[in-house]
């Protein structure tokens, strides 16, 4: 069965701060990756994929996501958080077949300092 | 992008009555909708995943009896809590994805949240 770890439980940083949060996925075929964010108070929203083509995808607001199919890892990633970027962020899998639903990490909550 | 709405964004019902969820895909026909559900802090647990004109594909440990699930048409699917007891009390959210590509990107709802007294 599939399965998304997600490392960092809660990650505590400072305005202007690098961040990577980390998501490894257990399936044995072609996956399809994902990064949400959840708002306080609000829906998930995609920041970025990936299906294929370069492992390096860039999203939304500044962040990237970096596929090494070899590791099974799909981290998020963003140079410099800013205070908005308080939120939790979910990692998701699904295989790359149709009709299939998609497999969340636990989230990581992510509180940025200003 | 894609819209997918839900209503009611919230309710709160009385233990035993039943409470229904919609779920509409407000500018593409829908083959795929899922349904989810998400405790206080912690992720989304897939509850089931239906297809226009099918039976619903419920996951390991959901009562199909007590959440009916229905995707009669390509827009619309609707979760039915019966006899609703506290322990339903939950955000649940749908998604909703169409075609037959493996591209298989799914848009979300904005989740209803569900207080059973």
């Known amino acids: 069965a599939q399965s998304v770890s997600q490392h960092n439980h809660h990650v505590i940083l400072s305005e202007a701060a690098s961040l990577e949060l980390g998501c490894n996925y257990s399936y044995g075929g072609t996956v399809n990756l994902f990064w949400y964010v959840q708002y306080p108070g609000q829906h998930l929203q995609l920041l970025l994929k990936?299906?294929?083509?370069?492992?390096l995808v860039k999203g939304i607001k500044g962040f990237e996501a970096e596929f090494i199919k070899s590791k099974f890892s799909f981290n998020l990633r963003k140079p410099s958080v800013q205070w908005s970027d308080t939120a939790e962020y979910f990692c998701?899998?699904?295989?790359?077949?149709?009709?299939?639903?998609?497999?969340f990490g636990k989230g990581t909550t992510l509180s940025v300092s200003s | 992008g894609a819209v997918v709405s839900q209503h009611p964004s919230r309710v709160i019902c009385k233990s035993g009555t039943s409470v229904k969820i919609e779920c509409r895909s407000l500018?593409?026909?829908?083959?795929?909708m899922f349904w989810y559900r998400q405790f206080p802090k912690q992720s989304l647990m897939l509850m089931a995943t239906?297809?226009?004109?099918?039976?619903?594909?419920?996951e390991q440990g959901v009562e199909k009896d007590k959440f009916l699930i229905n995707h009669a048409s390509l827009t619309l699917s609707t979760l039915t809590v019966t006899s609703a007891h506290p322990e339903d009390s939950s955000f649940y959210i749908c998604?909703?994805?169409?075609?037959?590509?493996?591209?298989?990107?799914?848009?979300f709802g904005p989740g209803t949240r569900l207080t059973v007294l």
């Open positions: 998701a899998v699904n295989a790359n077949q149709a009709g299939t639903a998609l497999i």
């Open positions: 998604s909703a994805s169409w075609g037959q590509s493996s591209y298989n990107e799914q848009f």
């Open positions: 990936y299906f294929s083509g370069d492992p």
């Open positions: 500018d593409f026909q829908a083959t795929t």
């Open positions: 239906s297809n226009e004109g099918s039976k619903a594909t419920y």
